[in-house]
């Protein structure tokens, strides 16, 4: 009696497995491809933060929100809750590439527990370095998260000064 017989695998059976077997090879390869690329181009925080971004969505009832347009048609926008002048949680959205969804979800990260002057002063070098570089022509993304951060930060003292002069 026959293996397949046996273990009740006919031949249809058999070219599928095969047949998924090689699918899964090609998928396999392909991926590999994608990680050389990638590797080649970026540096592996880079990675590390695009494929598992922290800090995503808006924050309900945010004390700021900000948006940057970018030259490249990205779009950042970045909400931000503060407590006794203390940022305590800050999240993004992006439509944009990996890059400025890196520099998102790092700037989060690092801006969380600082105060606003504190966090007010990182600069897109800072957030840049932090990442391990960026590529010449992607440099420009940790600027639009800083601009969509500053922005956040704008509306949160508007949004101050209105409720001041409700109260006056």
């Known amino acids: 009696m026959a293996l397949t017989d046996r273990i009740g695998m006919d031949e249809n059976t058999m070219n599928n497995n095969r ?5 899964d090879r090609l998928v ?3 991926m590999v491809a994608i990680d050389a ?3 080649a181009i970026y540096s592996k925080d880079v990675i590390a933060e695009f494929r598992s971004p ?3 969505g808006p924050i309900d009832e945010a004390d700021g929100n900000g948006v940057a347009d970018g030259l490249c048609m990205d ?3 970045i909400w931000i809750k503060v407590e006794k002048d203390r940022i305590t949680r800050c999240t993004f959205y992006t439509d944009g590439c990996g890059a400025t969804i890196a520099c998102g979800s790092r700037l989060t990260k690092m801006i969380i527990g600082k105060t606003i ?3 007010e002063k990182l600069r897109a070098e800072e957030l840049e370095h932090s990442l391990g570089g960026l590529p010449e022509d992607h440099k420009h993304c940790a600027n639009l998260a800083i601009i969509a951060f500053r922005n956040a930060i704008r509306d949160r003292r508007e949004k101050m000064a209105r409720n001041e002069e409700d109260r006056d």
Do not use: C, F
């Open 37 to 39: 690329d990638e590797y």
């Open 28 to 30: 396999d390869n392909i």
């Open 54 to 56: 922290a800090n995503i």
């Open 19 to 23: 047949e998924s077997s090689e699918l």
């Open 75 to 77: 779009t950042m926008e």
């Open 117 to 119: 002057d504190e966090a």
